[in-house]
DNA sequence: GCTTGACTCTGCCCCAAGGGCAGGCCCCAT
DNA sequence: ATGGGGCCTGCCCTTGGGGCAGAGTCAAGC
């Protein structure tokens, strides 16, 4: 109990406001080590300057308090790597998104080459095998890929493989997306896409990554209200190539509409 | 006029929320083309589609809105590109100090090699050459530098440049920063370093740099705090060596006590 | 023409992580 | 004991919306 530390010097030391060392307390990440029960003074213990300048430093990286406090919970360098894996990802995503946007700039005077040819076609009912799953926007790639590989493995597939969105899937919702293999005959426990009127345009290469692939589903609904159909349910992504084998990847955006 | 568009439908169209657009027209972002003076509807032209779409997608990258706006009235690549550059240098920031915190939970169990030898010494008056300005954290290394060049040129120094920091500097708060060369006599525009007792350390290579450098800081403070000295006034850095001779910078971190 | 269901309006409260201020105690040095 | 500075709580403000309540509106079916 010996050499406790009013707020304000305590401030000082560890370079935090006394708004935010009370804002910590609250939050349960540094209560001060002594509240007086009568004036409701914080008193902080030396031993507790530490922690506080770690709480700055991850501050200053803007590290969200709850994230902090599951850090210094917990504090291997497991978590740690962990966040910061997911920091980059983050960062990676928002320059992919500044690249683009900078592309549309810089060809608006140069005549867009971001068109997409879309057409309509009657398709044939389509029994397949599939998955269905709610899934995150960082989940979403592999669970397509694992189920792809999955259900082929399973079933004999008589086309293209593809995948069904049934909500929108980004950074601040999940949504259920249903992957599929086409198959000859009616599974015992498959589903069938029904036949009927689609509008299509098909992506490769850098067009089929996001958010190029945005700019497909919006000249795909933009053609279909331009020519009066409307959209029914739910979009999908037919496969047609990966980029794994050398070439290009290749993809079909289908949407029913009426 | 024609083909006007209700809320509902144009947010579909640009996967932007109601709620987002109603703030986009408060924010004069993207205000709606006709808002029904009784009703209070708002009403959107499809041509007004393509900046929604854009909004979002500088939105998905976290944009902040005001600079949505500068962007949407000056639509050139260059202010783009000012903005990744410096969300480029934000993101550095946020890794290196997540780095350092990363060190420092390595070396937890290890024995922090992180300590700093920090001694007292009584230091003469020092007039010099100097000059001030408020800066932001960005603009902090320019200016160091600049000034000193300037201030070497214009008089004979007879010792290190240095830096006072008279305020604190960091993300949120521009503060005053003082750089100096020692001069032989008092300068008619000069001022003077008063004599009296410092507490300094000596730091080199790697922890001369952000954040490292807060250790050094850091053990400066609190090595005068445990001899029972007080801090008075502002500390200084000052620059024994640079990193551009092929050497590692070396600096002085002295803080004046009592 | 009327009703009904879907759409839209405004206004309020909420989140993170504090900043800033007001009004009122409290602590310590003189 | 009396200052002056330190500290307390509580309230409003920020950004970029989400969510809900209650009320008004639009369009389609009867």
Known sequence: ???????????????????????YDENGLLPPARVDPTTGYRYYRPDQVAPGRLIRLLRAADV????????????????????????????????????????????????AAMTHEVKAKEVAAQPYAGRSEVVSIARLEPFITESIRDLTARVTPVGPPFAVYHDPINDEADGRIEVGVPTAERQPDGDELPAGLVAYTVVEGAQTDYPEILGAYDAVADWAKRHGHELVGAPREIYLANAAGGEQARMEIAWPIR
Chains 1, 2 share one sequence.
């Open 1 to 23: 109990m010996e050499h406790l530390i009013p707020i304000g010097q305590f401030a000082a030391m560890t370079r935090l406001s006394a708004k935010a060392l009370r804002l």
């Open 64 to 111: 969200p308090l709850a994230e902090i406090r599951a850090l210094l919970a917990e504090p291997g360098v497991a978590r740690l790597d962990a966040y910061v894996r997911d920091l980059e990802a983050r960062h990676a995503g928002q320059a992919r998104v500044l690249r683009y946007v900078r592309r549309m700039f810089d060809e608006e005077g140069a005549g």
